[in-house]
């Protein structure tokens, strides 16, 4: 396909993301009240250690979020939800991942399928009606697109998805299945390769009372422990038309309005949480060299030249990626026209957060120095959390990928010639 009806495909994609049933922008922002207490993140607070160090699902967070309405934040107001549009949805998770990181990542998986829904229906697309009033009556919907040997979620699949009578079947593994022991919808896709010179890749929803799958218990990971995204193996799992969300070309090609709008709930909500998760970070740094004394400095360690420009460091860092983030929420959430660049802001965005955040609190390990190594300050466990982002897609190579084709006109599925 040439890469100037590639970009046309985007380009399309972004205009329905423009346009709502009645011409306006998506949801405007609104006043609303945090279900985020205090008192709730001060108990997340002092959770999250014991959830890590024990590799424990964080189900008390887990049933406080749920009780306290906070994960039907995107539903629209006509299905009984506050409707809060994606710039409104990151800033609470920014909020939330500050005391509990592992915990917000946890639910961005539900909160993006919520958020896809929602936005698809304010544009006149009810397809996905039923998302919405699944998530209000209670149903937790996780992700399921990671495959190893994978490294291009969502637009390929080493899943096999093959028509049958009422639906499709699936057989595949999926990694880092989110929200294992609590989820009742799994997001996931797979391709169907019956006409293998028109691939397509079909998104489903698999409800957790189906056959055909297994959950193995594999999360003993580096960090973001809690999440507890165990992998989950399909063994013809069949699901029906009823739950078939989408039926798209493989690649960049089915980068449809739905496609795009999954890109823009994960990633930014990603982006979002390694962000709120630096700040907590640099807050901690800060604290620590305003009580640090040494033999050779008379006054704080807060006096300390090299101290000071460590932290300065991570001022500037934080500086750019907050902005940048709040930019292409609302850019997205209010409907501005990038057209085919959709694709590479979200993912320039994302990546320059997990990026930068990594920095951070890479520096602050720095200025906590030895102490900083030990379980009981706290801070080894944000070091773990935060590596992680660098490797949550879209990793490094698949953004500088998009982003790359994207300012060069290059078809995203173009494939490199050598010789």
Same mark, same amino acid.
């Given at each position: 396909?040439? =890469?100037?009806?590639k970009?046309?495909?985007?380009k ?5 993301? *423009? ?5 306006? =922008?998506?949801? =405007? ?9 205090? /008192? ?6 002092? #959770?999250?250690?014991?959830?890590? #160090? ?5 189900? /008390?967070?887990?049933?406080? *979020? ?7 934040l995107?539903v629209?107001?006509e299905?009984g ?16 991942? &500050?005391?509990?990181p592992?915990? @917000? ?13 929602a936005?698809?229906w ?15 009556? $209670? ?6 697109h990671?495959?190893? $040997? ?9 899943s ?18 989110? *929200?294992?022991p609590?989820w ?11 006409? =293998?010179? /028109?691939?397509k ?7 957790r ?13 580096l ?40 890109f ?10 390694? &962000? ?18 040494s033999l050779a400095?008379?006054?704080?360690? @807060? &006096? ?13 860092e ?7 983030l ?6 997205w ?24 955040a ?16 030990? #379980? ?15 490797i949550?897609?879209?990793n490094?190579? *698949?953004?500088?990928?998009v ?11 173009? /494939?490199?010639?050598?010789?």
């Amino acid at each position: 396909m040439a =890469p100037a009806h590639k970009a046309t495909l985007v380009k399309k994609a972004a205009e329905r993301h *423009l346009n709502s049933a009645n011409g306006k =922008p998506a949801t =405007p922002q609104h006043a609303f009240e945090s279900p985020l207490t205090e /008192q709730m993140l001060t108990r997340f607070d002092s #959770r999250a250690a014991i959830y890590d #160090r024990e590799n424990r699902f964080f189900d /008390q967070d887990f049933e406080e *979020l749920r009780a306290a309405k906070y994960l039907v934040l995107p539903v629209p107001r006509e299905f009984g939800g506050p409707g809060l549009n994606l710039a409104e949805v990151c800033r609470e998770q920014r909020r939330l991942a &500050y005391y509990a990181p592992a915990t @917000a990542l946890a639910v961005n998986m539900h909160l993006y399928w919520v958020g896809v829904a929602a936005d698809l229906w304010r544009r006149g697309d009810s397809s996905l009606e039923w998302i919405l009033r699944d998530a209000a009556a $209670g149903e937790i919907f996780a992700a399921g697109h990671a495959e190893s $040997g994978n490294d291009i979620p969502v637009l390929f699949s080493s899943s096999k998805a093959e028509r049958v009578e009422g639906g499709y079947r699936f057989n595949g593994s999926k990694q880092f299945g989110s *929200l294992t022991p609590v989820w009742t919808r799994l997001g996931l896709h797979g391709m169907d390769t019956s006409d =293998p010179t /028109q691939p397509k890749i079909v998104h489903a929803f698999l409800p957790r009372d189906s056959s055909g799958y297994i959950i193995k218990e594999t999360w003993d990971v580096l960090g973001m422990r809690a999440t507890r995204s165990d992998d989950t193996v399909l063994e013809n799992a069949f699901i029906p038309d009823r739950y078939i969300a989408r039926i798209v070309p493989a690649g960049g090609a089915g980068i449809d309005s739905f496609v795009l709008s999954i890109f823009a709930w994960a990633l930014l909500g990603f982006g979002n949480i390694y &962000y709120g998760l630096a700040k907590r970070a640099l807050d901690k740094s800060i604290a620590a060299v305003k009580s640090k004394h040494s033999l050779a400095v008379s006054r704080s360690m @807060a &006096y300390h030249p090299e101290l000071q420009h460590a932290i300065a460091q991570m001022v500037i860092e934080m500086e750019s990626i907050g902005p940048h983030l709040e930019r292409i929420a609302e850019d997205w959430s209010s409907g501005v026209d990038h057209g085919a660049e959709w694709p590479a802001k979200i993912f320039a965005a994302k990546y320059k957060a997990v990026e930068g955040a990594w920095r951070v609190v890479d520096t602050g390990l720095d200025i906590a120095g030895g102490a900083g190594i030990f #379980r009981s300050v706290g801070y080894e466990r944000l070091l773990r959390d935060a590596r992680l982002g660098r490797i949550h897609p879209a990793n490094s190579f *698949l953004t500088h990928e998009v982003v790359a084709k994207t300012a060069l006109g290059i078809s995203l599925d173009e /494939q490199p010639r050598w010789g």
